[in-house]
């Protein structure tokens, strides 16, 4: 434990599960107060109990405009502040464009996106009012560049980044940071279960070690990434060792969308 986050209060949403997960607890030993939230409110309380008193665990459905206002105002009169947001949560899915149903479609826009706004619009008032602040918002490398398959989960990422901008531009005035991470494959029960559905571009066949094999091909690094990865770079963005960089997308890929 570094201390690099002492002192500040961070939201972590999807953090029941994951890269969610991973963050929350790298931020607390970094010696952050985490709100912990997740449609799970199970998980989103055993993330918070696996830390202990310095989190709470919130259960908030992203795309839910009461239950992400509740979890800021949680989070607020918990721990007196809301420095850091990770608009972390997030679905799979699968699909292409010709096949898939405006019900996937919506589905997926409201939790991948829509959510991801909702959360920054009720950050973004405490943000402003302290004068500082740093969200960092959950695109992917299918918000980048054209990969097969899952038309929505790349719109919506896409979508993320342009958001990450105007927000950086719009609030950047006022002492808040922006930024968006893009991760190519992360190894979380997200992936595994598009794997398993069929629904990436590693295809259904074979063993879990296959796909596995397959998935890390493309990566010039040669291997998938990690839920510490991304944590690690959350914690560089959420961090006053980033003072000076708002409105960028930083891949976090093994080098995927280099070539
Ligand atoms: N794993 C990857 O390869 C990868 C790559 C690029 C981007 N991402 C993004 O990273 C984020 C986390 O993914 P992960 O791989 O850790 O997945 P995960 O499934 O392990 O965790 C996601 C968490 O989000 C929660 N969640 C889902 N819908 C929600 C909602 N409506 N409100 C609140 N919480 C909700 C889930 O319950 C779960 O705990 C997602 O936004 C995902 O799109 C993941």
């Known amino acids: 434990m570094t201390d690099r986050l002492k002192g500040k209060v961070a939201i972590v949403t999807g953090a029941g599960s994951g890269i969610g997960r991973r963050t929350a607890e790298l931020f607390a030993a970094e010696g952050a107060k985490v709100a912990c939230a997740d449609v799970v409110g199970e998980a989103a309380n055993e993330t918070a109990k696996a830390i202990g008193a310095t989190a709470i665990g919130c259960r908030v459905d992203v795309s839910v405009p009461g239950d992400v206002e509740q979890m800021v105002a949680d989070a607020f009169a918990k721990f007196g502040a809301v420095d850091v947001l990770y608009a972390n949560a997030g679905v799979g899915g699968k699909g292409n464009a ?14 991948n996106l829509t959510g991801v706004w909702l959360s920054c619009k009720y950050a973004l008032p405490h943000m402003v009012k302290q004068g500082r602040g740093s969200l960092i918002l959950q695109s992917s490398v299918r918000g980048l560049v054209g990969i097969p398959a899952l038309p929505h ?11 990450t901008r105007q927000i950086a531009v719009e609030y950047g005035p006022k002492g808040v940071r922006c930024n968006a991470i893009a991760p190519g494959t992360i190894m ?6 598009v794997w398993r559905a069929g629904g990436g571009i590693v295809g259904a066949g074979g ?13 010039p690094l040669g291997r998938i990434g990690t839920t510490d990865d991304c944590a690690n770079l959350a914690l560089f963005l959420a961090s006053d060792e980033s003072a000076w960089i708002t409105g960028v997308t930083v891949p976090l890929d093994g080098g995927l969308t280099a070539g």
Do not use: C
Request: hydrophobic share 50%; aromatic share 6%.
């Open 98 to 111: 010709m096949v898939m149903s405006l019900e996937e479609w919506n589905r997926m826009i409201a939790i």
């Open 207 to 219: 063993s879990f070690e296959e796909m596995k094999a397959r998935a890390a091909a493309p990566h």
């Open 188 to 193: 979380t029960p997200l992936v595994e279960g």
């Open 153 to 163: 989960y790349s719109a919506a990422k896409a979508g993320v980044i342009g958001l």
